[in-house]
């Protein structure tokens, strides 16, 4: 085992399944998608919107609940770490092992100068993407306490729901599009003194990504505190991630960005799962509690990590100048 990790004491990771919240999140998220969706239809084409609605959402959940990893890293052109005597892909063999997986997850690089890290796939069959940004901003630690909460996510299977908030929000995104164009026939049929189509729908269709975004903030909340705590025990250093959090927060768009289309500048750092997460600072407080728990008697689950740093090099063979925008359906991301 490459000398920059402590593995001598693994011990035993007793995370807990959250299987029953995360079944109730998914419900709570297919309903809100159903009438995010059924309630400007109705206004637009009666019984028939509602018909639509639900036709669709039968349609995207099976889709968003059997995508396989790989076909998600594709879409970001993300690139598979090879399985190593690297830093990283010793890290993620610890961490794996730490959390008691299953199987061990893929790790991948997303030529993007974003700070940013996900996770897709279950618990037998899982990926985890960081992007270059990423490794080349945090240290060593802060990036294993990055990894670490991802695997404390596959670990508590919170990746159905979490792929579910993330296939939603894009299509919800698609129609906010689609409102625009409604919009613009409104002008002409105004302009023109011809019936228009009801502003409400007009409006609640614009508007949806941003509700989308305030539900998953609401469903997160103890799902992201689970993983941040899982986490700290999965390394035994708490204080790194919440260093890492801290520098993330720069980067990570807001759900009120919703209210904008992908433009250059604008903050669209992931796939959209992410931007559900609960207030950083209340997150690093939490944290920040764990870290100082230990010397009070309270002991880290793990003998924390040693990790010596080493210089990064690019793992995909990208230089600053080649990292142009990404493509994210149905919008541009840096």
């Known amino acids: 085992m490459p ?18 919240p995360n079944l109730w999140h998914s419900a709570l998220l297919i309903a809100g998608f159903v009438v995010l969706i059924a309630i400007p239809t109705v206004l637009l084409w009666g019984a028939m919107g509602a018909l639509a609605a639900l036709l669709l959402t039968a349609i995207i959940c099976p889709l968003a609940a059997r995508m396989p990893p790989e076909a998600l890293m594709r879409l970001y052109q993300a690139t598979r770490v090879p399985r190593d005597d690297s830093q990283l892909s010793s890290l993620v063999d610890v961490l794996a092992y730490r959390a008691e997986l299953p199987a061990r997850p893929e790790l991948y690089v ?25 490794l080349r901003r945090l240290s060593l630690p802060e990036t294993a306490g990055v990894l670490a909460h991802e695997m404390a996510h596959i670990r508590n299977n919170d990746l159905l729901v979490m792929g579910l908030a993330d296939v939603m929000t894009r299509v919800l995104q698609l129609l906010s599009y689609a409102a625009l164009g409604l919009a613009l026939f409104n002008v002409f049929a105004i302009v023109r003194d011809e019936e228009t189509i009801s502003w409400w729908a007009v409006l609640l269709l614009y ?27 999965l390394t035994g250093d708490a204080a790194s991630l919440a260093s890492a959090l801290r520098r993330l927060e720069t980067y990570t768009g807001h759900f009120w960005e919703d209210l904008m289309f992908p433009v250059p500048a604008r903050r669209v750092p992931n796939p959209s799962l992410l931007r559900s997460h609960p207030d950083t600072e209340d997150r690093v407080h939490r944290l920040m509690a764990l870290a100082t728990a230990a010397p009070q008697g ?37």
């Not at 990771?13 to 959250?18: C, E, N, Q, T, V």
């Not at 997303?110 to 990423?134: D, K, Q």
């Not at 508007?207 to 975004?213: D, G, H, I, Q």
């Not at 924390?304 to 359906?329: C, K």
């Open 110 to 134: 997303v030529p993007s100068l974003t700070l940013n890290a996900f996770a897709a796939g279950s618990r037998n069959h899982s990926a985890i993407a960081v992007t270059e940004g990423l």
């Open 3 to 20: 000398p920059f990790l402590n593995i001598s004491t693994l011990g035993n990771f007793k995370g807990s399944s959250l299987s029953g």
């Open 298 to 334: 309270a002991a880290p689950e793990h003998t924390p990590l040693v990790i010596v740093e080493q210089p990064m090099f690019s793992l995909v063979g990208y230089g600053p100048g080649d990292m142009r925008p990404r493509y994210r359906w149905p919008g541009l991301w840096f």
């Open 207 to 233: 508007l949806a990504p941003a509700l989308s975004s305030l539900l998953q903030l609401g469903l997160s909340r103890a799902r992201e505190f689970k993983a941040d705590a899982d986490a700290a025990a």
